[in-house]
């Protein structure tokens, strides 16, 4: 199956590619190419077997029986967190990374928040020997030191970005302005399902890989190929693309979206983009954005850097539009406790992404037959300091 | 005829579009900035509309968006300021910003209040041809307001020709691949896609713009077009300690010399 959007790069009215002329040929080049090299043989062939051999792909999709226990249901949680370099980042990277090589690009530029997709960019960059920037909020930058440095070990350059709350958004704008100036050798390396068409499209082809194995690896445990539920987080939204995407037409399954509430979304300080977003323009696309009565973008809040983002990838919010997903919240409080109860249940610390996930465990009515699949799209390692700072409160 | 269209029956060479963006430096500068562009002889003004996140400026205009926002600066606000502006300025003016304050406003909205102030021209620069052509163009076209269109050193001949189809104004042509910011000079390849666009003969004016910050470089574009768009040039004149006035006498020398 496939889940794309029409000929000028709409799902339903989300969607375009509004971007400014000096960008027009990039992203005509990319549009006019990405299908035929993605599903061409030898694309196909390398990419497969460097998510298998190099990635270490397909990721476990680990039964979770004392968080079955506790919410009374089945519970799985699939382990993205696992996968090279700690998140579901690396899947589109790799795709990326192979599409810009068979484009001729000498240069790679990125933009991060968390600095999971910088990280999973300078990864790739490093194996293929090609040039990476990457471009990252100052403030991120602070507060995720450890994959600044993992960045920097790969021989990426860091840009801090010191426009804006110097957040996720104002790296996006800063990998766009580098690409106006760079356009002939550079890639742009988008990281999630956001920005201009071809790009939601693109990840959300690379990031379906896991819905895919979700489906066999269900089968093998459970004898269905189908569960009852899929629970991902949404910044941009690429975990949770990749996670409903081969789900999407199988309407028994309710597909959960979980937004960064931040400190709650009546609080003025939340990142939850559906919830009080109104449909706008956005770094190149028509989507569900957090702004002003003017038209200006509000800067958005979450402990979360990887879902601090005031906007949310069009197919996300033409998901929602007609009903097939179901947006949920979680505060930085419910995020925090859902993170340590992971730990202390399941033994894995999980990225305090992923535990926006897992927030919306109470919040849903389960039945005890139900089949539950919780995307852990990254690793907690990076988010230490966090938890550390508030382990007294929640252990 | 449109006033664009007047301006350039009249003057075919060294015109001189300036670039500020409303609310910079301070809230209500917007009509004596205007007033004094003109005075100063300038032939056409560009007024941009601030944008928290404009994707294709350099420091210099996302600083001074940032300045106008805080300022109180929005399209209602800007729209009052320049309610009664054609009793005073003749010149054309444009209003230039990004398409999402716009959508906001709502776009007929936006074009009917242009057309009663007296704007001749918009640029919204992510705004793309094929979104404008379906969704826009006969909004625009009801209400006489020209949109503006862009084009790059790596645009298409056969794209630049489609959009010269669709503007009776002028064309943007930016000077190089970059975003907006100053420069001392052009290079040679620069020079080579000016003499390269300017022999396509098509049939609006060309007026360069991005990189023209003093007379050598505005020198340099008036060869092979009809002149050029001064932006961030415009806005550190207007941030200098001195009076506006005195700021953009000054600054008009410093470009035409």
Redesign the interface.
């Known amino acids: 199956m496939k889940f794309t959007t029409d000929e ?1 790069g709409y799902y339903g009215k989300f969607g ?7 960008l ?2 990039n992203i005509k080049e990319l549009e006019d190419n990405y299908i035929r090299i993605i599903e061409s043989s030898d694309f196909q062939k390398e990419f497969i077997s460097l998510l298998k051999d190099y990635v270490g792909r397909p990721s476990p999709l680990t039964y979770a029986s004392r968080l079955s226990e506790k919410y009374n249901a089945h519970i799985y949680l699939k382990r993205e967190d696992l996968n090279h370099t700690g998140s579901h980042k690396v899947n589109n990277t790799i795709g990326q990374i192979l599409l810009a090589k068979a484009l001729g690009k000498k240069r790679i530029i990125a933009e991060t928040g968390a600095g999971q997709h910088g990280v999973a960019t300078a990864t790739v960059c490093a194996l293929m020997g090609m040039q990476c920037t990457v471009h990252m909020g100052e403030t991120d930058v602070k507060r995720q030191m450890p994959n600044v440095l993992r960045m920097k070990m790969l021989g990426a350059t860091v840009i801090p970005a010191m ?2 709350n110097r957040t996720l ?1 104002d790296a996006g ?1 800063e990998a ?2 580098d690409w ?5 050798d550079t890639h742009y390396l988008l990281g999630s399902v956001v920005g201009p068409h071809p790009y939601p499209d693109m990840v959300a082809r690379f990031q379906a890989i896991i819905s895919e194995e979700i489906q066999w690896q269900l089968q093998e445990k459970t004898g269905k190929n189908l569960p009852d539920y899929v629970i991902a987080c949404i910044g941009g939204g690429s975990n949770a693309m990749g996670a409903f995407y081969h789900f999407i037409e199988h309407e028994s399954v309710q597909l959960i979206a979980v937004e960064a509430a931040g400190l709650g979304i009546h609080s003025g300080e939340t990142a939850a983009s559906i919830a009080k977003g ?1 449909i ?5 696309s028509k989507t569900m954005l957090m ?1 002003t ?5 509000i800067e958005p809040y979450s402990i979360s850097a990887g879902l601090d983002y005031p906007g949310i990838g069009p197919a996300h919010a033409y998901l929602h539009d007609i009903g097939r997903t179901k947006v949920l919240d979680a505060t930085d409080h419910e995020s925090l406790q859902a993170a340590f109860e992971l730990t202390r249940l399941e033994g894995i610390i999980p990225a305090i992404e992923s535990a926006h996930a897992l927030a919306a465990l109470p919040k849903i009515q389960f039945n005890a037959t139900d089949v539950v699949v919780v995307n852990i799209s990254g690793r907690g390692d990076k988010d230490m300091d966090t938890y550390i700072a508030h382990m007294d409160k929640y252990c | 005829m449109n006033r664009i269209q007047q301006l350039f029956s009249k003057k075919q060479k060294q015109i001189l579009s300036v670039y500020f963006t409303a609310g910079f430096p301070q809230l209500h500068d917007t009509v004596s900035i205007i007033e004094l562009l003109e005075k100063h002889g300038v032939d056409m003004i560009e007024i941009g509309i601030p ?3 404009p ?2 400026d ?1 420091n210099v205009i ?1 600083h001074s968006s ?1 300045v106008a ?1 805080a300022n109180g600066m ?3 606000v800007l729209f009052s300021q320049l309610e009664h502006i054609r009793k005073t300025v003749s010149i054309p003016l444009i209003l230039m910003g ?8 709502g776009v007929e909205k936006f074009c009917e209040t242009c057309q009663s102030i007296g704007i001749d021209g918009v640029i919204l ?7 404008y052509t379906k969704e826009y163009k006969h909004i625009f076209e009801q209400y006489g307001i020209q949109n503006i ?4 050193p ?3 001949e056969s ?1 630049i020709r489609m959009i010269d189809q669709q503007t009776q104004a002028f064309i943007y042509m ?1 000077s190089s ?3 907006t910011g100053t420069k001392s000079k052009f290079n040679d390849e620069q020079i080579h896609y000016f003499k390269r666009i300017s022999s396509m003969n098509l049939q609006n004016p060309l007026l360069v713009g991005f990189g023209i910050s003093n007379t050598e470089t505005f020198a340099q574009v008036c060869e092979y077009t009809h002149g050029a768009i001064v932006g961030s040039a415009c806005i550190k004149a207007l941030e200098q300690p001195g009076t506006l006035e005195q700021n953009i006498s000054t600054f008009v020398s410093s470009i035409k010399g």
């Not at chain 1, 706008?280 to 190149?284: L, P």
């Not at chain 2, 269109?149 to 790059?152: A, M, R, T, V």
């Open positions: 000028h375009g590619a509004y971007i400014p002329e000096l027009y040929p426009s804006g958004k704008n766009f302005r106006i100036n760079n356009p002939t109104t706008g323009v956005i770094q190149g702004q009565n003017d038209g200006q973008i | 944008f928290s996140d994707l294709a350099g996302q940032t926002l929005s399209l209602s990004y398409i999402n304050p716009v959508l906001q406003f620069p992510d705004l793309p041809l094929h979104e269109l862009l084009i790059s790596q645009t298409e794209r930016v691949s970059s975003t």
